[in-house]
């Protein structure tokens, strides 16, 4: 006779749905809300992809990138794009809000998610803040919160084609919740501090954490 009162631990189902939870498999990405309240007060939807950035657009190929993580983790990281490519591989479905006041809905990203990140540098329990540093002088600070949101990621392919080089390729970090600025393009390094420090937007009048919903565009908000 079976012990009816035990529940099966050991069985083939059980041992898969364990290990898609340790993976997340599954797991869309998306912030569920519901369609009208979709679109953040003061934007407006964009079914092209504008090009924003300083109008360096850095050429760096995937064999010459590097990914240095650095300051308060235990950790340190140093990839090539290679070995980044060997770490768990996310796919989330995120929208855009730009602080210029376009939006653009359903962005197919892949890549590293940043919580899988922390899990490999290992944040001191100092680490309150992450600053991104790139290739064209560009910098970015967030909360330690913010970056490790649940849909955020570094994300090395768009709709399932590599990253374009106007869009940050190799690898550019998104931050669905917060405006465009926060997603980094051309990502170099990303830096753990004790301190905020804030970005090259954010010393010019932009909002230091830049909630779309709570419409934080400029510092005065
Ligand atoms: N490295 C870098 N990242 C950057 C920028 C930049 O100038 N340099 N501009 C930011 C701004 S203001 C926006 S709106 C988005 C634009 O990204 P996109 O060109 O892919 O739309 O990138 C953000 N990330
Ligand atoms: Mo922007």
Known sequence: MTDESQPPTDNKLTRSKQRWAREGKFLTGKVVRPEAQRLPPGQHLTRDWPVLD?????????????LDVY???????FWTFEQFL???????VSDIHCVTTWSRYDNQWNGLATRDLLAACRPRESARFVVLHSHDGYTTNLSL???AAEDALLAHSWSGQPLEQEHGGP???VVPHLYFWKSA???QRIEFLNQDAPGF???????NRGDPWAEQRYSGD
């Not at 300051?71 to 990281?77: E, H, K, L, S």
């Not at 060997?86 to 989330?92: D, S």
């Open 54 to 66: 300083l109008g360096q657009s850095p050429n760096i190929s995937r064999e010459r990138w590097r």
């Open 71 to 77: 300051g308060a983790v235990d950790q340190p990281i």
């Open 86 to 92: 060997a770490q768990p591989q996310t796919q989330f």
């Open 145 to 147: 919160e913010d970056f």
């Open 171 to 173: 690898v550019r970090l």
């Open 185 to 187: 393009k051309w990502l």
């Open 201 to 207: 937007w954010e010393v010019r009048g932009y909002h």
